[in-house]
């Protein structure tokens, strides 16, 4: 069970990597897979709003760290699904208190004992972003399809190279189909041409991620939305399924068979 | 300042300089640790420049010293280096390969502009964002180079491929140097002391060179012959 150590990371906020960490880790452990998520972002916690566990904190990844409590202590096993389990952050300290080499040594106790381990990497390059990749087999990058994400993940890609943590893998987050056939947004073609890294997976926007966020329950978990499926796909690639690319032009539901009755040509 | 046979520091203006003498990389590694974790205390809040003479460091090497040393609450800011590929992939990581004034110990490099085909640099991968890529002579690159990267030539520059960052050729003043590419897209082109941005591209892209005419920068499709 020599566990695979995951790091999502983007170098721009805000972009999703929180709730695609969240997601990722809920979709593996739906499948029973022992899955271990790390909150990285010290001082600006979120992992554990996203996934519903903040009540439930006693242990952080600092306490651990600063030996106050074992890694046991800190792992807090979320009640829906009972594979998964979270080392949340210190919201009072910052990225100073955790050292690259603690991360690493952090992981390589939990390898032995589970099949992922999931790290959320705060947003910037400095100390939390070198903490959370140094520990990592396979990093993630997430952006958005828009001028100043790409920017900063090209930066990012190039650091984890430099890094020799690469090659990259990149998920297009929140696409807005109707956007891109109008060209007011960068397709994903775009984003591939400039980024030049594998694409492991593409999520549509959806008003419902909102919702879930503020509920703690995350999306791949209902089963109506396409941004839940995006994560669920991502997930079974990471296991090394070959999985089709969702067609987000597909509008679906009786809306979407009408139009393609109506086009010119049949389906 | 305490003076050790293979590790000297002292301090100067920008910060606390230590230089590592000739040997075996591990070594002189393993002298810096050993001397730097004595005396954390009392380096602790400087800015760390480390002269690492002719080494050649891996961005991997370098980012582990660097962990290791903040680990002892002590903040590497520059490394200083006779090796281009050092301060190329100490550049990557973000850390200073320069500092204001030249470091007593060691010869400043040499100040020639010669513009000779022995002094250009070849670099074959796309040039991401936060690159800089400096050097005295003329720069090829067989890659992109995105928009936030950056190349700064004494000499001329040409990219065998799409050009969309920031490129200054002539950097040292000549004015007849050129910027050549496969798709001439720049967010700022420089040539010796001129300034141009790119108009809104129309069509497809075709190869052009960027040259100084009557003082303006000019770009021109490139056409073999038209000269």
């Given amino acids: 069970m020599a566990a695979k150590v995951v790091t999502v990371t983007s170098g721009k906020g805000g972009v999703g990597k929180t709730t695609a960490t969240a997601n990722l880790a809920s979709a593996l452990a739906a499948e029973n897979l022992k899955v271990v998520c790390i909150d990285a972002d010290i001082g600006l916690r979120n992992l554990d709003v996203v996934l ?181 796909n991502i997930a079974a690639r990471l296991r090394g399924e070959q999985v089709p690319f969702l067609d987000l032009n597909d509008q679906g539901g009786l809306l979407g068979r009408l139009a393609r009755l109506i086009r010119p040509g049949g389906a | 300042m305490e003076e050790h046979p293979k590790v000297q520091i002292k301090g100067i203006r920008e910060g606390l300089l230590i230089t590592l003498e000739e040997e075996s990389w591990p070594d002189a590694r393993a002298a810096l640790l050993e001397h730097v974790i004595n005396q954390a205390d009392f380096l602790r809040g400087g800015r760390l420049i480390l002269d690492i003479g002719n080494h050649v460091l ?28 050092t301060q190329q992939n100490a550049q990557t990581l973000g850390l200073a390969t320069r500092i204001t004034k030249p470091t007593p110990e060691r010869t400043a490099p040499s100040q020639e502009t010669a513009l000779s085909g022995e002094q250009a640099v070849l670099v074959r991968r796309t040039l991401r964002s936060g690159f800089s890529l400096q050097h005295i002579g003329h720069v090829i690159v067989i890659g992109d180079v995105n928009p936030g990267s950056e190349i700064v030539a004494g000499g001329d520059i040409v990219v065998w491929g799409r050009l969309r960052g920031m490129v200054h050729a002539g950097a040292q003043g000549e004015e007849a140097a050129v910027v050549c590419a496969l798709d001439l897209s720049p967010t700022q082109l420089r040539i010796a002391g001129q300034i141009a941005v790119t108009p809104k591209r129309r069509g497809r892209s075709l190869p052009e060179m960027a040259r100084l005419i009557d003082g303006q920068v000019v770009a021109e499709p490139w056409n073999p012959k038209g000269k």
Avoid at chain 1, 54 to 66: A, G, K, P, S, T
Avoid at chain 1, 74 to 94: F, G, H, S, V, W
Avoid at chain 1, 167 to 192: F, G, H, Q, Y
């Fill in chain 2, 58 to 85: 891996h961005a991997a090497e370098l980012g582990q010293l660097r962990d290791m040393l903040s680990e002892n609450g002590l903040s590497l800011w520059a490394v200083l280096s006779g090796s281009p590929v």
């Fill in chain 1, 52 to 232: 519903g566990l903040e009540n439930r904190i006693v242990y952080d990844l600092v306490d651990v760290v600063e030996g106050r409590c074992r890694l046991r202590q800190a792992m807090i096993r979320d009640k829906r699904l009972p594979e998964l389990y979270l080392i949340p952050a210190a919201q009072t300290r910052d990225k100073s208190a955790v050292s690259p080499s603690d991360m690493v040594r952090l992981c390589d106790e939990l390898r032995p004992d589970c099949d992922w381990v999931l790290i959320d990497s705060p947003a910037g390059i400095e100390r939390g972003f070198r903490n959370a990749i140094a520990p990592a087999d396979i990093v993630i990058v997430i952006t958005n399809p828009e001028v100043s994400a790409v920017r900063d993940a090209d930066r990012i890609i190039g650091l984890i190279e430099a890094e020799e943590k690469g090659p990259a893998r990149l998920i297009i987050n929140r696409l807005k189909p109707a956007m891109v056939k109008r060209e007011e947004m960068l397709s994903p073609d775009d984003v591939l041409e400039l980024l030049a890294v594998e694409l492991i997976g593409i999520v549509p926007e959806d008003e419902n991620v909102t919702l879930s966020i503020n509920r703690g329950l995350p999306i791949v978990l209902d089963g109506k939305s396409r941004a839940g499926l995006a994560f669920r």
